[in-house]
């Protein structure tokens, strides 16, 4: 069966650089079509999606966070990674990592990973 | 700001319908399928729908979901306690080129 799961720091400091980990298993990402995206969830706000990285290693970003995002994958590995920029406080949030097989469209997601940035 | 734009609550007696509406733009829910999601408290969203209308399999018979132009909607009938929770529409944006998500609809069971 399909499951992801979402690895990272719980706390990290300001103007520091979070790095989140998806480790995922049941499907390919070298299989045509297939993709996984992050999705953050600011505390009792509404979802944000935040970047996706397909199978033939097309990427898409946030308009608002493009270039403080990047996400790569390891097929080897069966893992994707988020990286974060220079973080703050707006950036406190769950982060959810996603299977994408239908354009626009999150089947399988990971439980999220609470991230506070505090000093 | 969310792109696409639920009403932030709804609530109905156990055992009625309820239903909960979603309004985009030609970018989003006009040119491309509508998904609908569930969060429980404390759990990550599970989808209901997807493409419009059709029900994730595993998922109850009570849901059901339409499209028209561009507003989409998510119909939950024979109401459970269980259901309470929030409810998110999402689908593809073409000038976004992203996939864009409603504000969220509290549903609560009375």
């Known amino acids: ?119 | 700001q969310s792109v696409l734009t639920q009403p932030p609550s709804v609530s109905e007696v156990p055992r009625q319908r309820v239903t909960i509406s979603c309004s985009g733009s030609s970018s989003n829910i006009g040119n491309n399928g509508v998904s609908w999601y569930q969060q429980l408290p404390g759990k990550a969203p599970r989808l209901l729908i997807y493409n419009d209308d059709r029900v994730r399999p595993g998922v109850s018979d009570r849901f059901s979901a339409a499209k028209s132009g561009t507003s989409a909607s998510l119909a939950i009938s024979g109401l459970r306690s269980e259901d309470e929770a929030d409810y998110f529409c999402g689908a593809w944006d073409d000038s976004l080129g992203a996939p864009v998500f409603g504000g969220g609809t509290k549903l609560t069971v009375l």
């Open chain 1, 1 to 119: 069966q399909i499951s992801l799961e979402e690895s990272g720091p719980t706390v990290v400091k300001p103007k520091q650089t979070l790095t989140l980990t998806c480790t995922y298993s049941g499907f390919s990402l070298n299989s045509f079509g297939q993709g996984v995206g992050w999705i953050r969830q600011p505390p009792s706000k509404a979802p944000e999606w935040l970047a996706l990285i397909y199978w033939d290693d097309e990427v898409r970003y946030s308009t608002v966070l493009n270039d403080r995002l990047t996400i790569t994958k390891d097929t080897s590995k069966n893992q994707v990674v988020l990286t974060l920029t220079n973080v703050s406080s707006v950036d406190t949030a769950t982060y959810f990592c996603a299977r994408s097989e239908t354009t626009g469209c999150f089947d399988y997601w990971g439980p999220g990973s609470l991230v506070t940035v505090s000093s």
